[in-house]
Every structure is written in C-alpha cells, then in structure tokens.
C-alpha cells in the first residue's frame, strides 16, 4: 500500500511563503502523478496543482498560477508545493495524493492514495 506523508504546513502572514513537502516509503513516486489538494473549513476538497510522471507535465488551479509551484526530487523520492505571495484565503489542509503514472484531471476522485494532511494557516 502506496503511503504518503505531508510535512512543511504551519502558520505564515500573508506575503509569505512555505514549501509542503510529500514523501512516500517502499514506493517510486516517479512512477505516480502526484496531486496537492487543500480543503478549507465548510468547503469542499479542491485540486491545487498536479504533476505527472513521465514528462512532469504540470496543472495550476487559477487562484494559485504564478504563486504555487511543483516539483519532483526523485532522489529524495519526495514531491514539493513550493507556495510563495500566500494570502488568507489559501489557509486550508493540504493533502498530497498519487495515482498511477498520468492523471487526466486533477480532481479529487481521479486519486486513491491519500497522506493525512498538512495544516496551512495564513494569517498576520
């Protein structure tokens, strides 16, 4: 069972930056295409930014192009969100999740292995 785990969530004023980092143990991450995803308090799960494997073809939700970036170190096996300009309305859990190879659309449901999620509170 592929297993994910988030870190690098925390408190930031607005204009900051974080860097959520997504590791995984026995599998290749190289192998999945690895979405970040965040849900904020009475809202429903949405997709951030996807990366493929393969060609590390990449998807931006619009409220983050510009902001947010992802990226692979297949040699720490690990997937970054590197978030920069942070503003409050981004103040969600952020979850990684993978699927196998490519994924088509980057929404919740198109991926079966979940971490449990990194708080992110942007806030002065």
């Known amino acids: 069972q592929l297993q994910l785990v988030e870190s690098g969530g925390g408190l930031v004023q607005p204009g900051g930056s974080l860097t959520l980092s997504c590791a995984a143990s026995?599998?290749?991450?190289?192998?999945?295409?690895i979405g970040w995803f965040r849900q904020a308090p009475r809202k429903e799960r949405e997709g951030v930014s996807c990366i493929n494997s393969r060609d590390n073809s990449t998807y931006y939700t619009d409220s983050v192009k510009g902001r947010f970036t992802i990226s692979r170190d297949n040699a720490k096996n690990a997937v970054y969100l590197h978030m920069n300009s942070l503003k409050p309305e981004d103040t969600a859990d952020y979850y990684c999740a993978a699927r196998w190879q490519l994924f088509s659309l980057c929404v919740p449901s198109h991926f079966g292995y979940w971490g449990r999620g990194t708080q992110v509170t942007v806030s002065s």
């Open positions: 026995r599998f290749t991450l190289d192998n999945y295409a």
